[in-house]
């Protein structure tokens, strides 16, 4: 009997005055639209954990281990295909550091399961650098930019296989988005030139 008293006390506050009622509607969109805006971010959220794409990395070396030749295991373990941006391995014994990017594989669509073995020798520089290599001392990075199709959800991971370190961050590298951007204007001029030459 309270709660039916107390309905028709709120139902005749509600009639008595426009205002009231306008009140009250406007505090339930606002609610709704609230709980609407969850919902979104809560779905985008989820669609971008759907879609991004999940690498694991093998080190394999010719000889001993840490030796600077042999080649690296990448391999798509998600559900989704994924588009490798940039590949860039680092090798560094003592004050020498060497950088090596697999341009070869830039924008190229990795299938769930598929995997690259990219090679990788610096045994040539050491050697024009005249040092004795002590494989154990070589220490190595590899860096992997990725992301889905879209280019929505973007992936830097960074193996570190001396430590037995692998760690991603969310986002595109500046020398990246830097390479990306630069790229298509080097094509132009490279296709100008090209132009000129044959004319």
């Not at 406007?26 to 879609?51: C, E, G, P, S």
């Not at 830097?156 to 298509?184: D, E, H, Q, W």
Request: proline share 5%.
């Amino acid at each position: 009997m309270l709660l039916f008293e107390y309905l028709r006390r709120v139902w005749d506050w509600l009639v008595r005055d426009a205002a009231h009622s306008s009140a009250v509607l406007v505090f339930v969109t606002i609610w709704y639209a609230i709980l609407t805006n969850r919902m979104t971010k809560a779905i985008a959220r989820q669609t971008r954990a759907m879609t991004q794409p999940l690498l694991v990395f093998d080190f394999r070396w010719e000889k001993e281990k840490y030796h600077p030749e042999g080649h690296v295991l990448i391999k798509n373990v998600g559900t989704q295909p994924l588009l490798l941006l940039d590949i860039k391995l680092s090798c560094s014994v003592d004050s020498i550091r060497l950088a090596h990017r697999f341009k070869l594989w830039d924008e190229h669509i990795l299938s769930p399961g598929e995997s690259l073995t990219p090679t990788f020798s610096f045994m040539h520089e050491f050697d024009k650098a005249t040092y004795r290599i002590r494989p154990i001392s070589a220490g190595y990075g590899l860096e992997v930019v990725a992301s889905d199709l879209s280019k929505e959800t973007v992936l830097r991971y960074y193996s570190i296989p001396v430590l037995n370190v692998c760690y991603c961050t969310k986002g595109m590298p500046f020398s990246v988005r830097a390479k990306y951007f630069i790229k298509p204007w080097k094509q132009r001029y490279h296709r100008l030139r090209h132009r000129l030459k044959t004319r």
